[in-house]
């Protein structure tokens, strides 16, 4: 029962991120018996959101007196907000909690990256020793611990590779209504040779590929067609020829669940044409020939929300994809088998959206964890 009403100022809950935690917020009742204070950096007093408790205005999230007061922040903003205002506030001496869905602050020696399922131990030993910093991980990172992160806590695994297949969303909002636009392109371009009765597949081939290719093709956000092809580039490149994407599947995931020594994951991260969940596929060296039977229950036993889905055809096809799972919390894990290069080797696949377990679903969760931490 709560001892006292927290303040919990909210930044950045009208964007991508911010409305599915709103969402996911006012389905769970997360700000019942709280005082949330709303942002914003471009609509200072208008009227903010209303979550049943009364009129308010929208405060300057470029202010950093205006967080004084609060007990907690609560910011899915992005990267370029928190790195401007985070030293403000904190500098101006509030000593409150912070939640993050960027990763500016991910790295810092002072934050945690939350992912209670797998990580609360390590959220509440950071808690008891003062941490007041807690950050939602990469939505490819959060997602593969949620469907085979136990196969690291047991110790199984000697390195990791991850192919992903991501989605969309992960660029943003302009990225999503972009590869909707492309895919209106190419099946309208195509739609006079579809509606013919006998029209050869290369034919259909040739003006797909024409219209991937026209001066009007609409590719300001990525850069590229996605619709009809995919992307091997995710940010920005690191010096050892990797992607700023493909290493925080190490330095995150290694810092989420508190791996020593470092467990080595590394991959290609690639954009695909799905809208909001992303998949992975994996290989993995165990550190021993580990039956697939144990794995299988290890991962099925891991949190509430994974799930093995069996290694067949009609299984996979339909609960092993960004179509099935979109907009669920459920982290299916399938195609498990041993992999020719021996008993050691293991593949799996996995998908899950990335805009919950990815993005929202942590923060929101973290919010809650610290109010019963706090008793408030
Ligand atoms: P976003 O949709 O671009 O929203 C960010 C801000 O843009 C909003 O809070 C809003 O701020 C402003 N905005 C301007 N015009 C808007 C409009 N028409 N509709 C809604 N908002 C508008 O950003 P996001 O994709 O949610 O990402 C937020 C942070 O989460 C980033 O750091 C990102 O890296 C991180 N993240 C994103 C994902 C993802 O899938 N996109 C996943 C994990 C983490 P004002 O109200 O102040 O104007």
């Known amino acids: 029962m709560s001892t006292r009403t927290l ?7 009208r964007g991508m991120v911010g409305s599915v935690l709103m969402d996911r917020m006012a389905a769970e009742g997360d700000l019942a018996g709280a005082e949330p204070v709303f942002f914003s950096t471009s609509q200072v007093g208008q009227a903010a959101p209303d979550v049943g408790q009364g009129a308010a205005v ?25 790195k401007s205002m985070y030293p403000q506030i904190r500098a101006a001496g509030w000593t409150g909690h912070w939640i993050d869905a960027a990763s500016a ?8 990256i939350v ?8 959220m509440d030993e950071a808690f008891a020793a003062g941490t007041n910093t807690w950050v939602g991980g990469n939505c490819t990172v959060s997602l593969m611990l949620m469907g085979l992160g136990t196969l690291f806590q047991r110790g199984w695994v000697e390195w990791m590779t991850s192919m992903t297949y991501q989605a969309a969303s992960g660029a943003g909002a302009k990225n999503m209504a972009e590869l909707v636009s492309q895919m209106r392109k190419i099946g309208g371009d195509a739609a006079g040779l579809l509606d013919a009765p006998r029209t050869a597949a290369l034919t259909l081939d040739r003006q797909v590929s024409t219209t991937l290719s026209s001066d009007g093709f609409p590719t300001a956000n990525f850069g590229a067609p996605l619709a009809g092809s995919v992307l ?4 920005t490149l690191q010096p050892d020829g990797s992607t700023r994407e493909e290493l925080k599947g190490h330095v995150e995931a ?35 020939d580990v039956p697939l039977a144990d794995i299988e229950a290890a991962i099925a036993d891991s949190t509430e929300w994974t799930e093995v889905i069996t ?7 339909a609960k092993l994809t960004p179509a099935a799972v979109s907009g669920t919390l459920t982290i299916p894990v399938g195609r498990l088998r041993k992999l020719r290069m021996g008993p050691e080797y293991l593949t799996a696949f996995t998908v899950g959206d990335q805009l919950l377990w990815g993005a929202a679903e942590p923060i929101r969760r973290t919010l809650k964890i610290l109010r019963e931490h706090l008793g408030a």
């Open 311 to 317: 290694n067949d055809k009609a299984e996979s096809l």
């Open 115 to 122: 992912l209670d399922p797998l990580n609360r131990h390590v």
């Open 105 to 112: 602050l991910r790295m810092a020696d002072d934050a945690v």
């Open 7 to 13: 303040r919990i100022g909210l930044v950045g809950w």
């Open 232 to 235: 091997p580039w995710i940010d």
């Open 254 to 288: 290694n810092k989420i669940l508190g791996l020593t020594p470092e467990v080595p994951i590394d991959g290609i991260c690639v954009r695909v044409g799905a809208m909001r969940s992303h998949a992975q596929a994996l290989t993995i060296k165990l550190t021993r």
């Open 58 to 82: 929208l405060q300057d999230a470029h202010d950093a007196a205006a967080f004084a007061g609060l007990d907690i922040i609560v910011t899915c903003q992005g990267g370029a907000w928190t």
